[in-house]
């Protein structure tokens, strides 16, 4: 059984772009949820999206925008780049909406 | 809004010998889930044990056990016989049984181990 997947691993961008990071949910589940972390911080919830349908936002902006898609694999989007944006980005995928999220390897974000 | 709260950023222990990182949170609700994660050099966030509140026993995982305190709001992971695989980042979570979306985090608690 294949785990949480996230691609790429690391990404390098200038402020006012954008980005697209990747998430493949573990097998079987229909939930995925994505956090951002910050250095030395803990994860902070992004948005959630359950069976294609965004479940929940966090306070984040709305040039963090997200899909997620009929094989529950899920995209973030985030436009205009801003240096505060550069952190770790996790992407969590669970059996359900209620069940326990187990975690990706996460993609390093860098804003110069 | 529920918040988590990690007071020690360090810990340390000797191999082989117990540790316990506390964890207290503030919620206003009664049913909820509490978990501990450990994120090791990798970056990847590993689930190291859950809690449900409804539950008045302590979760145990093989080394890990909770001291789950509901009126207190405490929630501390002891490591028993502590490896050097054991050193990493450790996070407290919180989620809502209601609103089940959205996992609040402490700040996390660096652990290291030492031989």
Not at chain 1, 55 to 68: D, I, M, Y
Not at chain 1, 93 to 112: C, D, I, K, N, W
Not at chain 2, 92 to 115: E, Q, W
Request: glycine share 6%; charged share 20%.
């Amino acid at each position: 059984e294949t785990g949480v997947t996230q691609s790429p691993t690391h990404l390098i961008k200038t402020r006012g772009q954008q980005v697209t990071l990747r998430c493949s949910s573990q097998s079987g589940h229909n939930t995925v949820s994505w956090y951002q972390q910050a250095l030395g911080q803990g994860p902070q919830f992004i948005f959630q999206y359950y069976r294609e349908e965004e479940n929940g936002r966090g306070n984040f902006p709305p040039r963090f925008s997200g899909l997620q898609f009929p094989n529950y694999s899920s995209e973030l989007n985030v436009n205009a780049l801003e240096l505060d944006d550069s952190a770790l980005y996790l992407c969590a995928s669970s059996l359900s909406r209620a069940e326990t999220q187990y975690f990706g390897p996460g993609t390093r974000l860098l804003v110069l | 809004a529920q918040t988590v709260t990690q007071s020690q950023p360090e810990m340390s222990v000797q191999e082989a010998e117990t540790v316990t990182l506390s964890c207290t949170y503030d919620t206003s609700e009664s049913d909820y889930y509490l978990f501990w994660y450990k994120q090791p050099p990798s970056r990847q966030m590993i689930l190291v044990i859950r809690q449900e509140a409804y539950k008045q026993q302590n979760a145990t995982e093989n080394r890990f056990s909770v001291n789950f305190q509901k009126a207190a709001k405490s929630f501390s992971l002891k490591i028993s016989d502590s490896q050097l695989g054991d050193a990493a980042m450790y996070f407290c979570a919180y989620r809502s049984a209601d609103n089940n979306n959205d996992m609040r985090f402490g700040a996390g608690t660096r652990l290291t181990v030492k031989p």
